[in-house]
């Protein structure tokens, strides 16, 4: 049984940073895909960046420049690091593992299995 759970939602001021944890358990492949997702009231669950098994990185337009997204792949953890916040930015922010595709875009849902619980990104103009 795979569990995911983020950490580090918050509510800032536009302009602030914060910094997004996912600790996975129960996985037991050496190598995964990890991706962020996030979905508002009213919009779709949107991929913003994803780590592949493979170590390549990927960012939503919307993000790049302002995201970062890592992953140790040894404690089972991605991070997001999310700076130069925008109140469109406001969302709740989910992980999941092993999703499909990787490339940032729209997804069909923002649960499932190898899915976490989401936090709270709330940004104020």
């Known amino acids: 049984e795979v569990e995911l759970v983020e950490s580090g939602g918050g509510s800032v001021q536009a302009g602030g940073s914060l910094r997004l944890s996912c600790r996975a358990s129960?996985?037991?492949?050496?190598?995964?895909?990890m991706g962020w997702y996030r979905q508002a009231p009213g919009n779709g669950c949107e991929l913003v960046s994803s780590?592949?098994?493979?170590?390549?990185?990927y960012y939503s337009d919307s993000v790049k420049g302002r995201f970062t997204i890592s992953q140790d792949r040894a404690k089972n953890t991605v991070a997001l690091q999310m700076n130069d916040l925008k109140p469109e930015d406001t969302a709740v922010y989910y992980c999941?593992?092993?999703?499909?595709?990787?490339?940032?875009?729209?997804?069909?849902?923002?649960?499932?299995?190898?899915w976490g619980q989401g936090t709270q990104v709330t940004v104020s103009s």
């Open positions: 780590f592949t098994s493979d170590a390549r990185t």
């Open positions: 129960g996985i037991t492949s050496e190598f995964f895909d």
């Open positions: 999941a593992k092993d999703q499909a595709p990787v490339i940032p875009g729209i997804v069909l849902s923002c649960f499932g299995p190898n």
